[in-house]
């Protein structure tokens, strides 16, 4: 059974180390003095990595955490990754997926299995009223700001890209200028303001002080996150929760923009003017639009179109390319 030192239940795996110090073995001090100075790396290493990067052996290892408390290196590292179990994740299932025999096209199944299945999750404790909710303090706000940071920065201006064609003022806080210019533009919002906060495992910390703040001033709160557990959900007004798990990533980007695609489009189908709001953005971007080439007559084929050579449904295109052009003759003058 393993035992877990006294000290552990109120004190830091630094804070045990230094305490007990004084006590090591000069080669379990270096030891100790690497973990300290290096506790994230530390909190990732196996046992035969962490005696390599000392000059130490496994045995050596194991009783350096025995001097501390622990039953072995097994339960030190895992008091010492509890710290860390949220940042860790992907780190520990890509070095299981990695000692595992799977083959890449195994990985690149499974990772749109995943994908799937967190989209039938993320449905399934959607409810109707969340969304509907959520459509209609978009469309009420005087404006709406978009904020992220890390990855879900892209998926913030992906949502504005949605958004704007349906409001008149949506403005995407996650790229330019950084927190501070977010802040700036937060510094002034009301409740008439609404603030769509963006969040997920790793949650980056200027996305929920910032979303904080707007809050406090009277701002709404729309956040897209994970779970309960997630720290927007302590004072955001409404939430919609997106199952967006990963296998060898913190999270899943790809259904966190199903989910804004989706929003966009109840918002857009709420708008009733967003046919003519459709229209004329066509016409306006038009000219900078190129049109499609036409596939040649075998690629028709593959993407069902018309079929092979010699056979019903053949393009008339490869015969325009090998035929003699067809000849128009000239009327003789009167």
Avoid at 238 to 267: F, G, Q
């Amino acid at each position: 059974m393993t035992r877990t030192p006294p000290a552990v239940a109120d004190q830091t795996i630094s804070a045990l180390i230094a305490t007990q110090m004084r006590n090591l073995s000069p080669i379990h001090q270096r030891m100790g003095e690497y973990v300290q100075a290096n506790l994230f790396r530390a909190a990732t290493m196996r046992i035969d990595e962490l005696s390599d990067v000392v000059g130490a052996s496994v045995a050596t290892a194991n009783r350096f955490a025995r001097a501390l408390g622990f039953d072995g290196y097994p339960a030190f590292r895992a008091a010492l990754v509890r710290g860390f179990e949220a940042t860790l994740a992907p780190v520990e299932r890509l070095r299981s997926s990695q000692a595992s025999p799977t083959t890449g096209d195994e990985v690149f199944d499974a990772t749109l299995d995943l994908a799937s299945a967190n989209l039938q999750r993320t449905r399934s404790v959607t409810h109707g009223d969340a969304i509907q909710a959520a459509v209609e303090a978009i469309l009420a706000a005087r404006r709406v700001f978009v904020l992220g940071y890390g990855s879900s920065a892209f998926l913030a201006g992906l949502m504005d890209h949605g958004l704007t064609p349906y409001h008149g003022n949506v403005q995407s806080l996650a790229l330019a200028g950084g927190p501070s210019h977010a802040a700036r533009h937060l510094s002034n919002v009301s409740s008439s303001d609404l603030l769509i906060a963006i969040a997920f495992p790793r949650y980056v910390e200027d996305t929920i002080k910032l979303a904080r703040a707007a809050s406090g001033r009277g701002a709404r709160v729309l956040a897209l996150t994970d779970s309960v557990a997630s720290p927007l959900v302590d004072f955001a007004d409404l939430t919609v929760y997106v199952r967006a798990e990963r296998r060898l990533a913190a999270n899943s980007d790809a259904t966190v923009l199903a989910v804004i695609e989706a929003l966009c489009d109840a918002v857009a189908h709420k708008v009733k003017h967003s046919v003519e709001v459709a229209m004329d953005l066509t016409e306006f971007v038009l000219p900078w639009l190129s049109k499609p080439r036409r596939p040649p007559a075998s690629a028709q084929g593959e993407t069902g179109g018309p079929g092979r050579h010699g056979e019903p449904g053949e393009s008339s295109e490869l015969d325009a390319k090998t035929s003699s052009p067809t000849r128009v003759p000239r009327r003789k003058k009167i």
